[in-house]
C-alpha cells in the first residue's frame, strides 16, 4: 500500500495508488473482460481497494478505481455505496455485521445488538475508541437457517446467543493485530478466486 501518511484520516489519501501486488492483481482481474468492458470487473476491483487501505473507501480510493477501469467516479460511488459490504468512511479492525433482516430479526437479532452496543460501549454504525471493532446491521446474509447470526471479516457466527457473543468478541479482542492482517488474506482469496 502506498499512501500519504499526512493525509487526514477522514479526507482519505490524496495521492492513492495500490501496491505492486494489488495492482497486478487488479489488472489480471480487468483482463479477464473485454476491451472497454473493464466495468465489469467493479466489485473485486473495490474488495481489493478496501483491503488496501484500511477496510474503507475514500473519496480518492474510489476516484482511484474509476481512473483504473476507465469509467466516471460517480459509476463507482453508486456501487460502493449501494453494497453494506463497502465501508464508506474508517472503521475498525473487526467490522462486526449483525444481519437485521426479517427471520434473524425474528430470533433475535434486535437483543443481539443491544448486548453487543452494550458490551462494547458504542451504538450500531460506530466504532470503538480503541479502534477495535465497528458494529454494523445489515440485511440477509443468506444463512437464514442459523439465526441470529452475524458476520466478522470473512467469518459467519451462527445460532448466536449473549453467550456466545461475549466469548467471539473476547476472542477477536485477544487476537489484537493478528485481525489486521485480514484484509491481506482478503486479496489472497481473490488472487485464488480469479486468477
Ligand atoms: S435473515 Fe439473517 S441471514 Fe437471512
Not at 467490522?95 to 460501549?121: H, N, Q, S, Y
Request: net charge neutral.
Amino acid at each position: 500500500m502506498q499512501q500519504d501518511s499526512s493525509a487526514s484520516k477522514y479526507s482519505g489519501k490524496k495521492h492513492v495508488k495500490f501496491s505492486d501486488d494489488a495492482l497486478a492483481l487488479a489488472e489480471k482481474i480487468m483482463k479477464r473482460y473485454p476491451d472497454k468492458r473493464q466495468k465489469s470487473a467493479i466489485l473485486p476491483i473495490l474488495h481489493i481497494a478496501q483491503a488496501e487501505f484500511n477496510g474503507w473507501l475514500s473519496v480518492e480510493v474510489m476516484d482511484y478505481v474509476a481512473t483504473l477501469l476507465k469509467i466516471q467516479p460517480i459509476e463507482v460511488y453508486e456501487v460502493a455505496s449501494f453494497y453494506s459490504m463497502f465501508n464508506l468512511k474508517p472503521v475498525g479492525k473487526c467490522v462486526i455485521e449483525v444481519c437485521r433482516t426479517g427471520p434473524c430479526w425474528l430470533m433475535g437479532a434486535e437483543d443481539i445488538v443491544k448486548f453487543i452496543e452494550k458490551k462494547l460501549g458504542i451504538k450500531e454504525g460506530q466504532t470503538t475508541p480503541d479502534g477495535m471493532f465497528t458494529l454494523k446491521t445489515v440485511e440477509c446474509l443468506a444463512s437464514c437457517g442459523t439465526a441470529p447470526m452475524m458476520q466478522i471479516g470473512e467469518k459467519y457466527h451462527e445460532n448466536l446467543t449473549f453467550e456466545k457473543c461475549e466469548n467471539i468478541l473476547d476472542d477477536y479482542k485477544n487476537k489484537g493485530e493478528e485481525i489486521s492482517h485480514w484484509r491481506k488474506e482478503r486479496i489472497k482469496h481473490h488472487t485464488d478466486k480469479h486468477i
